[in-house]
């Protein structure tokens, strides 16, 4: 049975479509048995493509996320899911508020806690920033999944 991982951003548009595509890009070249999804803590982009920004440059890096489509969080996410993995505290909060179940909240990290361990740093949302921030974020994501598929291949 594949361990299955969803990755949690704010609208499902920018982040967590492209920590899908490098996880789902990794574990294909490394031949993992992973299912990965991602979700948003609102619904506003229900339906949507990524982000054309975050498509371009996830694309210059050869990682298609083109074909996902953003949908919000559900509470079944959290038992359906192994390791639920967030890009910043207001995701990490909204899913808080979402259940109360210490059981399904020991499964919520931050993503960046598998390169800075304990620090529970922020991918920086991209949305409202010029060209750059959109690199930032790809590297930033690209390196906790890098990390995260070398730990699984152990």
């Known amino acids: 049975m594949p361990l299955k991982i969803l990755m949690v951003c704010m609208g499902n548009i920018c ?3 492209v920590a899908e595509g490098i996880l789902q890009h990794l ?3 490394n031949n993992l048995d992973i299912e990965i999804d991602s979700a948003g803590t609102i619904s506003m982009h229900q ?3 990524p982000d054309e920004r975050s498509t371009a440059n996830a694309s210059k890096h050869g990682v298609d996320i ?3 489509q953003s949908r919000p969080i559900k509470l079944h996410d959290f038992d359906y899911y192994d390791k ?7 995701n990490y909060n909204a899913l808080q ?3 109360s179940n210490k059981n399904r909240l020991q499964k919520v990290d931050f993503l960046l806690n598998i390169s800075y361990p304990n620090q529970n740093k922020n991918v920086p949302d991209p949305y409202y920033g010029e060209g750059d921030g959109f690199e930032t974020v790809y590297q930033l994501i690209f390196e906790a999944c ?3 598929v070398d730990e699984l291949k152990m």
Not at 84 to 90: H, K, L, Q, T
């Open 47 to 49: 339906g949507n493509a």
């Open 27 to 29: 574990s294909q070249i």
């Open 84 to 90: 639920i993995f967030v890009m910043d505290v207001n």
């Open 146 to 148: 890098s990390k995260l």
């Open 97 to 99: 508020r979402l259940t």
């Open 66 to 68: 083109s074909k996902q």
């Open 15 to 17: 982040r967590s479509p």
